[in-house]
């Protein structure tokens, strides 16, 4: 008995450790399916369904599927493919646009897990890697506010990855159609898109892929407008560009400097300001701030440290290794998905405090960073001579990563942030007997 337990031991790490694309088409697939059935699972326990209708901006969206847009208000109402779309399965399943919502959020969190599954398990990243993409916070918080277009958006942002995988990039750039639709950031998502793949793709086809990306945004750009005629601006009543770029302070000063800013047209911080001057912008006529406040501060650390468990650790760490590793440029096909991946994702997380008041859940738009490109990053470093300690080391990192959401379930604020900074500090400590020193020379392999 105790041979076996020796012999066993070595197997089962040899098991977790091994890499994805070892598997065999057939067990590929099961090994998807099973992760997908957790991550969706464990999601769902997670999420009181009856409260998604409640959660913030909500009815802005409703009012869309019901056919109300003329009294949303922007930019509610340029987010317009989305709701129209849970309206249609509402129809198709009885009339119920709330279980529209609900069928289209089962879809796309089914299918935005799979494609996230199915794109690691092209890598050489060990198998036990399926498991930490699925149990992560994130997707709680994607299904917490199914009723805004995020979880949708999602769906279809996985699949301009899952085309930038196939490199079918003609089709990639149609992708900006249905996102322009879905939410006007998908401007920064073209800009990524080209970032990306300008430098790997052939000067004729550049030109062709760049065009036609550009015209399907435009394009939706003016469906939008037509879908979104004689809704009401918003309540600055200031131009939809000048209200755009007058987020971007108000939200800086709120989100990362700390101080609560104030104007008469929008007191949800407080009735009285502490300090005013008198302005005339739309319907504001002052602007001012409520005070200061490190507490928006103090939840962006939590966020940070909890929504993607310790995957952003392990990203952090790859892409510094990555910047110095001699074979990145020996795969475009590849280094295109990557590099959208990296720089889309960095970007949303960077911006995160700048797009809105709650940004925590703003967050969960940089997913391909820790999600996608961390797979891709670990494909990398992928060395066959590892002994059992770093093989066990591994398994540590993944269940640290794994007791990270249980962190959330503690009482107490700062006590949360506190044990969450002892599970990144072991995490570390593990990642580094895992990962040892620098490889500089490893060509990965590519699974097709």
């Not at 091994?18 to 999420?47: D, H, K």
Request: glycine residues 8%; hydrophobic residues 55%; proline residues 5%.
């Amino acid at each position: 008995m105790a041979e076996r337990a020796d012999e066993g031991l070595p197997r089962l790490l040899a098991a977790l450790t091994a890499p994805m694309c070892a598997w065999s088409t057939l067990a590929r697939w099961m090994a998807i399916f099973a992760a997908v059935l957790l991550g969706v699972g464990t999601t769902l326990m997670l999420v009181s369904l009856p409260t998604v209708f409640h959660s913030p901006d909500s009815s802005h969206y409703l009012q869309i599927a019901n056919g109300h847009t003329i009294d949303v208000m922007q930019p509610f109402a340029s987010r317009q493919l989305g709701a129209r779309v849970a309206a249609w399965l509402g129809r198709l399943f009885g009339g119920d646009v709330r279980l529209g919502f609900l069928v289209q959020a089962g879809l796309s969190l089914v299918f935005a897990m799979g494609a996230t599954c199915w794109l690691a398990a092209r890598t050489t990243a060990p198998r036990w890697l399926l498991v930490a993409l699925m149990l992560v916070p994130s997707w709680s918080v994607l299904v917490q506010y199914l009723v805004l277009p995020d979880l949708w958006y999602a769906a279809l942002l996985a699949g301009l990855l899952v085309l930038l995988a196939k490199e079918r990039y003609l089709w990639a750039a149609l992708m900006m159609w249905p996102l322009m639709l879905s939410r006007e950031s998908t401007s920064l998502t073209l800009v990524c898109f080209l970032a990306a793949g300008w430098a790997r793709w052939q000067r004729r086809e550049r030109w062709m892929y760049a065009g036609t990306a550009v015209a399907s945004a435009g394009i939706a750009s003016v469906v939008v407008g037509r879908l979104a005629a004689g809704s009401p601006g918003n309540k600055e009543h200031l131009p939809q560009m000048v209200y755009l770029f007058a987020k971007v302070p108000w939200n800086f000063l709120r989100n990362v400097v700390g101080m609560q800013p104030w104007s008469d047209a929008n007191t949800d911080l407080c009735r009285v300001p502490v300090w005013s001057i008198p302005v005339r912008i739309g319907s504001m006529h002052a602007v001012g701030t409520c005070g200061f406040s490190l507490v928006q501060q103090l939840i962006a650390v939590e966020g940070t440290l909890t929504n993607f468990g310790l995957l952003p650790l392990l990203a952090a760490v790859l892409w510094w290794r990555h910047r110095r590793w001699a074979g990145r440029e020996q795969n475009p096909a590849r280094s295109v998905l990557l590099r959208f991946a990296l720089l889309y994702g960095g970007v949303c997380y960077v911006l995160a405090p700048v797009l809105g008041a709650g940004f925590v859940h703003l967050m969960q738009y940089a997913w391909p960073l820790f999600l996608v490109a961390v797979p891709l990053l670990l494909e990398e470093f992928r060395r066959e001579d590892l002994d059992t300690r770093q093989k066990v080391a591994q398994i540590g990192f993944l269940a640290m990563h794994l007791l990270v959401p249980l962190v959330l379930l503690w009482p107490w604020f700062l006590s949360r942030q506190v044990f969450a900074l002892a599970i990144w500090g072991a995490g570390y400590l593990l990642l580094r007997e895992w990962l040892g020193l620098p490889i500089t020379e490893t060509v990965s392999a590519t699974v097709k």
